[in-house]
């Protein structure tokens, strides 16, 4: 689906039992940072939850964290590491820092 990325892994995302392909993508902006978070079925072509975000500069990456479960790490500018808890509602990626939700660039992506 995407051709060039920033990071992926393979992670049972929705705790479905399967591996699912977890990419990181560059955003469709110039000037803004953005970027994309998709989750696709191994085997399928298409993504199955699939979300753009804005937010500031940040050298993102998936980390697995102590408690077993796939983050997303960011760090800033500034060198402070920002840690994002993932999960899918309603076709998207939701990503939350301390229980606050990044906000999407747009509207709804899918």
Do not use: H
């Not at 940072?33 to 753009?52: A, I, L, N, Q």
């Amino acid at each position: 689906f995407e051709t060039t990325y920033i990071d992926k892994t393979l992670w049972d995302i929705d705790n479905d039992g399967i591996e699912e392909n977890c990419v990181l993508g560059y955003g469709p902006t110039s000037g803004l940072f953005t970027f994309s978070v998709s989750v696709t079925e191994m085997g399928f072509p298409k993504p199955d939850y699939f979300t753009t975000y804005q937010s500031e500069w940040m050298d993102i990456s998936f980390v697995k964290s102590d408690d077993g479960k796939l983050r997303l790490q960011g760090v800033t500018q500034d060198g402070r590491v920002r840690l994002f808890d993932i999960a899918l509602r309603d076709g998207n990626v939701i990503l939350s820092e301390n229980g606050e939700e990044l906000s999407f660039y747009g509207m709804k992506n899918n």
